[in-house]
């Protein structure tokens, strides 16, 4: 019986997907077919990758970053009821769910960014990411997530670049502000 997928043999494809392709619309279909691949046997969760950061209302545990930030692997816990803003990610990106389902929403921006701090957003669709289920994201896409259960969601999050060393946008819909995208804690994988 062959190995189950594990986090370094998805970080050793990675890399070699990132040597073969350099634009986001080629490297993400086969990232996501990675994704779904590790999330078909999740014994290699462990209980930490619960533990939520009360003050954000989720919990980042990274599980493999390059020397040179250009590629990011983690998990995000969401708390009942909790998640982040609108924002983007100045990179390309795949989600992979693990336990329990997580509301993104996809949203449009319909200003020209003209202004500075002003930003002006709608809603352009929603989609429940579950178990082995996945969603990818170009750079400049914005989306929102949000934990609609009453128990916490476990996600897999794979992107070409570490998001503390992007400058990554987060939007207020409801008052039309842009601003930087706060840089969230994180803790290494035990």
Not at 116 to 136: N, P
Not at 142 to 151: C, D, K, W
Request: one cysteine or more; hydrophobic letters at 40%.
């Amino acid at each position: 019986m062959p190995e189950p997928y594990s986090i370094p043999a998805l970080v050793k494809d990675l890399r070699r997907l990132q040597g073969e392709y350099a634009d986001p619309r080629d490297i993400l279909p086969e990232v996501s077919l990675l994704a779904a691949r590790l999330a078909e046997n999740t014994d290699w969760v462990r209980p930490e990758f619960y533990e939520v950061d009360e003050s954000q209302g989720i919990g980042i545990t990274i599980l493999h970053e390059e020397p040179d930030h250009t590629l990011l692997v983690e998990s995000i816990v969401w708390a009942p009821g909790k998640g982040v803003l609108p924002h983007d990610h100045q990179t390309w990106g795949v989600v992979v769910g693990l336990d329990g389902t997580e509301r993104n929403t996809i949203w449009k921006r319909e200003d020209d960014g003209a202004q500075s701090g002003r930003a002006v957003l709608t809603a352009a669709h929603e989609t429940d990411v579950a178990k082995g289920a996945t969603i990818a994201f170009m750079p400049n896409d914005i989306h929102s997530v949000r934990n609609l259960g009453a128990t916490p969601t476990l996600s897999l999050h794979i992107y070409g670049k570490n998001l503390a060393h992007v400058s990554r946008s987060e939007f207020d819909p409801a008052a039309n502000v842009v601003r930087p995208c706060p840089i969230r804690a994180k803790r290494p994988a035990a």
